[in-house]
Structures are given as C-alpha cells and as structure tokens.
C-alpha cells in the first residue's frame, strides 16, 4: 500500500510542472495566434530539414578555408592591381581559355557608325 500512495503522491506533484512545460513550449494557449503557432511550427521544422545541410556547409567552409585565405593571399594584389587597370569591364568580352591554357580577355570592337550621306559626300535631308 506505502508504493501505491508513493506513486500517487508523484503524479500529483508532477502534474503542476508538466502544465508549466507545455506552456513554456507553446502548446497551451501563451499568446499566440493561430496562425504564430503555425507559422513557429514550420519554422522550427524548416530548421530541423536544413540542420544537416547547414553542418555539412560549416564542415565544408572549415576544410575549404585554408585554401582560400592562401588565394587571396597569393592573387589579392594582382587582382587589385588588375582592377585599378580596368575602368569599364562592359567593354570587354568575357574572359576565354586557350587549348594551351592561356587565359585572354578581348576587348570589344566598337560598331561602326552608320553612314548618313550618300556616295558623293552629298547629305540626306
């Protein structure tokens, strides 16, 4: 009979801190709408579908990182110097690989002006 009432005693002094955590947890009414409920619900799933995505990035970012920082150490001032050469990169075409690896940038050949007069200089009016 003592573990009856012990186990009774137990449900009635848990009951209080369950009603707490469901309404910590917004599954009784704290506040929130319908539509905040629902819209919490599918973020929190959203977060849970992308977790294993987000930590393979952050794996992915941590391997890669190294490399990167080493590039912008090595090419950084080449490429700015390249970038205080350029002034307009519209009037170029983009860049091409050559089969010997070469790598080339053309620049675009300006369209030549239509010609207004006739053959004898003579102008349309």
Not at 63 to 85: H, K, N, Y
Request: aromatic content about 4%; some cysteine.
């Amino acid at each position: 009979m003592k573990p009856l009432v012990i186990a009774i005693c137990a449900c009635l002094a848990a009951g209080p801190v369950w009603a707490e955590e469901q309404a910590e947890n917004g599954s009784e009414d704290s506040g929130l709408t319908l539509m905040e409920r629902g819209a919490l619900l599918f973020f929190e799933g959203l977060m849970d579908q992308m977790e294993p995505a987000l930590d393979e990035l952050g794996t992915l970012a941590e391997e890669a990182g190294p490399a990167l920082r080493q590039f912008a150490e090595e090419m950084g001032p080449a490429l700015a110097e390249l970038m205080a050469e350029v002034e307009d990169w519209s009037v170029y075409h983009p860049p091409e690989m050559l089969p010997n690896g070469d790598i080339i940038i053309r620049r675009k050949q300006p369209e030549p002006a239509p010609e207004t007069g006739t053959e004898d200089g003579a102008v349309d009016l």
